[in-house]
């Protein structure tokens, strides 16, 4: 895992999701799992997350809500789409509603199969998250320091 400068805040959206893959987002954070210890912080504030974490897919009633999330979180941000319905659409793929997975919303960097997602897959690619994102902040940084 890559060293980390800054805890991520992460904030987690349920989509349409049937609430499987939340309970197991849930179950990370508990002691058993405990995603903490990666350095993460749950928050619900999206205008101070950095990682958009989405279970479920988009439909019409959801996606200006995705879109809008997505849009108030500051730059750099990652995201990551935990099991198959927030991934393609999953099993609700063909209801008459459903759009897709989230990245017919959003921009998604990493996809998390499972039907439902198991915790030790939804922490893998949390820490990609991570890794992501101390990546990005320091492009960010560089970039702001030649600009300075
Ligand atoms: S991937 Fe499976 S468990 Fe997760 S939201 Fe979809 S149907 Fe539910």
Request: hydrophobic share 40%.
């Amino acid at each position: 895992m890559a060293n980390i400068t800054r805890s991520p805040w992460l904030l987690h959206y349920d989509g349409s999701s049937c609430n499987g893959c939340d309970i197991e987002v849930l179950a990370c954070l508990t002691p058993v799992y405990d995603a903490e210890r990666f350095g993460i912080v749950n928050t619900g504030d999206p205008m101070q997350a950095d990682i958009f974490l989405i279970t479920g897919g988009v439909n019409e009633q959801n996606i200006p809500v995705v879109k809008q999330l997505y849009e108030q979180m500051p730059e750099p941000k990652v995201v990551v789409a935990v099991g198959v319905c927030a991934c393609t659409g999953g099993v609700f793929k063909d209801c008459y509603n459903i759009i897709g997975g989230a990245d017919q919303a959003i921009p998604v960097d990493i996809y998390v199969p499972g039907c439902a997602a198991r915790p030790q897959a939804i922490i893998d690619g949390i820490v990609k998250a991570i890794g992501l994102f101390q990546e990005r902040l320091e492009n960010s940084e560089k970039e702001s320091d030649k600009v300075g």
